[in-house]
């Protein structure tokens, strides 16, 4: 049944154009990852909180071998009454992604954060204090959350899906790979 389903598989891919790989670009994922994965943090209460909400993300495949970079910025709002703070933290990411066959899904490993800037400037060292937590969430919300699915509803992905057994960074894509 397994070898009907792979040249079923293969046929198909050979008419539709896809020899022998599928790929996911930057554009995809920015779009699945805007899209689909949401964070937001609420913290505290009418006077004093924090808001986190994070969006514009950006990605980056191949600048490095084997790795996926992910920026985004953070809409940072601090309350209290003495000194509330409203900015937005960019910060960049860089972590190697792998394929889970099991859900059919891109996920990152080994997280590491390269850059976090401030806008405005002057208010890093007000904000100093939220990042190293701010980081932790992001860190752990991308490393636990799928940051590409294929969807198996459309029957060329569900093809697709079954057949993957890794993926490959290449410049401006991550290509699957069918065969070990």
Known sequence: MKLLKVALTSALLLLTGCVSQYSITEKELETYLNDEMHFEVKQGNKIFGVELHVNDIKVTLGEKPDTMAVS???IVNVRNPLMPI???LVTEFEAEPWYDATDNSVHLRNLQLV???SKPQ??????????????RFLTQFLETQPVYVLDTKESNQALIADITKRIEV????????FEE
Do not use: F, H, W
């Open 122 to 135: 002057d208010i890093e060292k007000a904000i100093g204090s939220i990042a190293p937590e701010l980081m």
């Open 72 to 74: 985004a910025v953070t």
């Open 170 to 177: 290449k410049p401006g894509k991550l290509v699957l790979i």
């Open 86 to 88: 409203n900015a937005n």
């Open 115 to 117: 850059k976090v800037e």
